[in-house]
């Protein structure tokens, strides 16, 4: 499988301001996934990023709060925009691949808004 | 609309014995399939086993198997010669085998393996 990193993989932040996390795959994947885990939570997908056009969100997040870039088959960056104590939560990307397209998730970056 | 159900938020087990874990699912979809992962205190989320729900036989990676009861609707992971390592969160998920791709998980089950 994908060897699939992310940074920052922690961060305290203030109310107000924007965290940008990347993720790094160490092969060309078409498929790329972001998630967010509330704290004591099971896994909410917040959108698919597509390569070359805009990502394709899931009910309740928006891209003004959650913009997505995806300028390769091997990168992709999810911003948690004006933040809020609310977004505290580990977001992980996750990458499709094999035949029955499992996801593998990368490390997950835990956030932690003040 | 689909649907993962774990019933068991919490689980104990003894060090060497085996231990199940529950997952029932809800679709009207014909095609899907269905995956556990084990996610320790560090917070990555770790594959171990997939299932698709035309597969004849019951999924197995060396200690992992999956007792796959189609007409049940239940996809229960069962942990053979339980290590102190296993004690973690495991969640089962279910997707659509087609384009979207979108994994839908259970609320998990926390297990814990006392020595």
């Known amino acids: 499988s994908a060897v699939i990193s992310q940074k920052p993989s922690r961060d305290i932040c203030q109310r107000g301001t924007s965290l940008t996390i990347q993720c790094q795959v160490d092969?060309?994947?078409?498929?790329m996934f972001w998630y967010r885990q509330q704290p004591g939570q099971s896994l909410t997908l917040i959108a698919t990023?597509?390569?070359?056009?805009?990502?394709?969100?899931e009910s309740g997040f928006v891209i003004d709060k959650f913009p997505i870039s995806r300028p390769n088959l091997t990168f992709s960056t999810l911003t948690v925009s004006n933040m809020s104590p609310e977004d505290s939560s580990i977001y992980l990307c996750?990458?499709?691949?094999?035949?029955?397209?499992?996801?593998?998730f990368g490390p997950g970056t835990r956030l932690t808004v003040l | 609309a689909q649907k993962i159900t774990q019933t068991q938020p919490g689980m104990f087990v003894q060090e060497k014995e085996a231990v199940t874990l529950d997952c029932t699912y809800d679709?009207?979809?014909?095609?899907?399939?269905l995956f556990w992962y084990k996610q320790p205190s560090s917070g990555e989320m770790i594959f171990l086993i997939y299932q698709g729900s035309y597969d004849q036989q019951n999924a197995t990676e060396g200690r992992y198997s999956l007792n796959f009861q189609k007409a049940r609707k239940s996809a229960n992971l069962v942990i053979s010669a339980s290590q102190l390592g296993d004690s973690a969160m495991y969640f089962c998920a279910m997707r659509r085998m087609d384009s979207s791709y979108k994994l839908i998980f259970g609320s998990g089950t926390r297990l814990l393996v006392r020595p």
């Open positions: 990023a597509n390569q070359g056009s805009e990502a394709t969100y």
């Open positions: 996750s990458v499709g691949q094999g035949a029955s397209d499992t996801q593998y």
């Open positions: 092969s060309q994947v078409t498929m």
């Open positions: 679709t009207s979809d014909p095609s899907y399939g």
